[in-house]
């Protein structure tokens, strides 16, 4: 009885171990400076900034303009947020949402060549109304913004991953 609990125990671990599962590591990037040009009043951008120095080693550059020693230039533009109505009731009120959040980067090194063109990335979720509880959907609007835009900054942190060669 306890061989087979071994034997059991034994085969579950090889199979596991050969199914090739690893933990999520940090991301490996091709480049150890850049300079982030984007606005200082876009929460995106602050998340997208705090990542890339969370990044062991990557030194994140700021300011008017960038200088010798930077190996890339991250051009992000401020993100775009819409609110698109989908659906009402037979009075006309509203009942249902999209909520989008757009934003628009690309990557060249300091010469001016270009790593990653100039590409849109567009998240949305659903979101639905009632206005006897209109707080509590404004905090959930708020809630589903920020989800949007922490699924944004996993995007393009794993784009940026993939760049190999500068």
Same mark, same amino acid.
């Given at each position: *009885? ?15 171990? $050969? ?16 300079? %982030?040009? $984007? ?16 990044? +062991?080693? *990557?030194?994140?550059?700021?300011? !008017? ?7 890339? !230039? ?10 698109? !109505? ?10 249902? %949402? ?6 628009? %980067? ?15 990335? *567009?998240?949305?979720?659903? %979101?639905?109304?009632? +206005? ?5 959907? +404004? ?10 835009? $922490?699924?944004? !900054?996993?995007?393009? *942190? ?9």
């Amino acid at each position: *009885m306890v061989a087979r609990r071994w034997l059991l125990g034994a085969g579950c671990a090889t199979v596991l171990s $050969a199914c090739g599962f690893q933990l999520r590591r940090p991301p490996d990037f091709a480049f150890k400076s850049v300079y %982030f040009a $984007a606005s200082e009043s876009s929460p995106l951008a602050a998340e997208l900034r705090r990542n890339l120095q969370s990044v +062991e080693g *990557m030194q994140v550059l700021t300011g !008017v303009r960038p200088g010798e020693g930077v190996d890339v !230039v991250l051009d992000l533009q401020p993100e775009r947020r819409d609110k698109v !109505v989908v659906g009402q009731s037979a009075s006309g009120q509203v009942r249902e %949402f999209v909520l989008r959040t757009r934003v628009t %980067f690309g990557l060249r090194t300091l010469a001016g060549r270009s790593l990653i063109a100039s590409t849109e990335l *567009m998240q949305q979720r659903d %979101f639905t109304f009632n +206005e006897s509880a209109a707080l509590a959907k +404004e905090a959930e609007e708020a809630l589903l913004y920020r989800d949007i835009q $922490a699924d944004l !900054v996993q995007q393009l *942190m794993r784009r940026l991953a993939a760049v190999k060669a500068i």
